[in-house]
């Protein structure tokens, strides 16, 4: 066969992950691992195709590894963060946000999920202030999305008007979707929630998250069995995150 070098390699990686296909992403990234693991671009860049595959422990400790080393990459602290509000840690997920941000206050995304973090916890004034500066940063999609919801839960329907318009070009990040769908979940507005999966799933059924979102949606709305079987596609699509195959676990035995 061909031999394909370690930066080709890394290439494929960043370029399925850019394409939403994480589960293609981190079988290169992998493959070119042993190449790359001093590196912390390569790493940071790796950590955050574990996380929309639901690789939790390790992407805390990878980055935490690279932290103590004496990193100053902000993206550490970011996909620690994101890591533990997916662990349902709210307190050290919004330490590492903040610390990312305290770092490099310029990267959209660290306000992005710092936003949807306090979203979750019903905190919406802070929600708002980092949505706004993740959006005067870099106008994106799901940030947009993110302060139209807000804007939606918060009455301010001007608001949600203003961000409405001028949709056009955007490329859509499907992690950056389901967190907010998860976000959501989070604060208990599952329909809200469900209605954000259906978005994602529709350009792109192939992406494990929204299925695990909706499923877990389902079954707090009290629709079980649909929800059971969102959550075995979920499995299907993706074997990497173990909170799926402990819920499929738990509804198997009710």
């Known amino acids: 066969g061909v031999s394909i070098n370690g930066p080709a390699l890394y290439g494929l990686a960043l370029n399925y992950a850019h394409l939403n296909q994480y589960t293609l992403a981190f079988t290169y990234y992998n493959k ?26 390790e992407t805390i400790e990878i980055a935490l590894d690279f932290i103590n080393k004496g990193s100053k990459n902000s993206d550490f602290y970011e996909s620690r963060g994101v890591a533990y509000f997916l662990q349902h840690n709210k307190k050290d997920s919004i330490e590492n946000l903040e610390k990312s941000i305290v770092i490099n206050p310029s990267d959209p995304s660290h306000h992005y999920y710092a936003s949807l973090v306090y979203l979750s916890n019903g905190e919406f004034e802070n929600a708002e202030t980092h949505l706004t500066h993740a959006i005067n940063i870099k106008d994106e999609f799901e940030t947009r999305l993110a302060m139209i919801v807000l804007s939606n839960l918060t009455f301010e329907s001007n608001r949600a008007d203003a961000y409405s318009s001028g949709w056009l070009g955007f490329q859509v ?9 998860i976000s959501l979940i989070r604060l208990k507005q599952y329909n809200k929630a469900i209605e954000i999966f259906n978005l994602s799933l529709q350009s792109i059924p192939y992406y494990y998250m929204p299925y695990k979102g909706m499923g877990i949606a389902y079954i707090e709305l009290g629709e079980k069995e649909k929800g059971f079987d969102y959550l075995k596609k979920a499995w299907q699509l993706n074997d990497k995150d173990k909170e799926v195959k402990y819920l499929i676990d738990v509804m198997s035995h009710k």
């Open 32 to 57: 070119s691992y042993n190449l790359n693991s001093n590196d912390e671009i390569f790493i940071s860049d790796m950590l955050k195709t574990y996380l929309a595959l639901g690789i939790y422990n």
């Open 173 to 181: 990040n499907r992690f950056h979707l389901s967190m907010l769908g």
